[in-house]
């Protein structure tokens, strides 16, 4: 959506209800790793939550998990991701913004959760985490498309 740095180091966003689950890459932009979560306060709140994560991260691109419905159509969340990664444009100026499908995301990181042997409460305060990496690395496997 912007023009980016020219390094590798990517953040991710998993925009849940109740909390916005992050991922970061390695500095050669090969590997992701969950990096987090954020409890949803305030709109305002959270997207400095948002910013602060990017600035410690380095990252010159920030990932958007975009709700698609199984069927690829957009929905409510997928707006209300749509509206979240525009106000991020404008707050992040010097970082690219990019929207990608999340489809499953959260299914897969539960899956690994599980066979993990994470379970239950435990695992609900991570997996927000775990889909925002599993969302990274599917972005960073596809060639980093814009």
Same mark, same amino acid.
């Given at each position: 959506?912007?023009?980016?740095?020219?390094?590798?180091? &990517?953040? #991710?966003? @998993? =925009?849940?209800?109740?909390?916005?689950?992050?991922?970061?890459? @390695?500095?050669?932009?090969?590997? &992701?790793?969950?990096?987090?979560?954020?409890?949803?306060?305030?709109?305002? +709140? @959270?997207?400095?939550?948002? %910013?602060?994560?990017?600035?410690?991260?380095?990252?010159?691109?920030?990932?958007?998990? =975009?709700?698609?419905? !199984?069927?690829?159509?957009?929905?409510? *969340?997928?707006?209300?991701?749509?509206?979240?990664?525009?106000?991020?444009?404008?707050? +992040?100026?010097?970082?690219?913004?990019? +929207?990608?499908?999340?489809? =499953?995301?959260? %299914?897969? &990181?539960? #899956?690994? +959760?599980?066979?993990?042997?994470?379970?239950?409460?435990? *695992?609900?305060? %991570?997996?927000?985490?775990? #889909?925002?990496?599993? !969302? =990274?690395? *599917?972005? !960073? @496997?596809?060639?980093?498309?814009?």
């Amino acid at each position: 959506m912007t023009g980016g740095r020219p390094d590798n180091r &990517a953040l #991710a966003i @998993d =925009l849940g209800t109740r909390r916005i689950g992050l991922a970061a890459c @390695d500095s050669a932009g090969s590997m &992701a790793f969950p990096r987090g979560v954020i409890e949803r306060r305030d709109p305002v +709140l @959270d997207r400095a939550e948002i %910013v602060r994560a990017v600035r410690e991260s380095g990252a010159s691109t920030v990932v958007v998990g =975009l709700p698609l419905s !199984l069927d690829g159509t957009e929905g409510p *969340a997928a707006r209300l991701a749509r509206q979240e990664a525009a106000e991020l444009v404008t707050t +992040l100026g010097e970082c690219e913004v990019v +929207l990608f499908d999340e489809r =499953l995301t959260t %299914v897969s &990181a539960n #899956a690994a +959760l599980g066979a993990a042997g994470r379970r239950g409460p435990s *695992a609900r305060r %991570v997996v927000d985490a775990a #889909a925002a990496a599993v !969302l =990274l690395q *599917a972005w !960073l @496997d596809a060639g980093r498309p814009a």
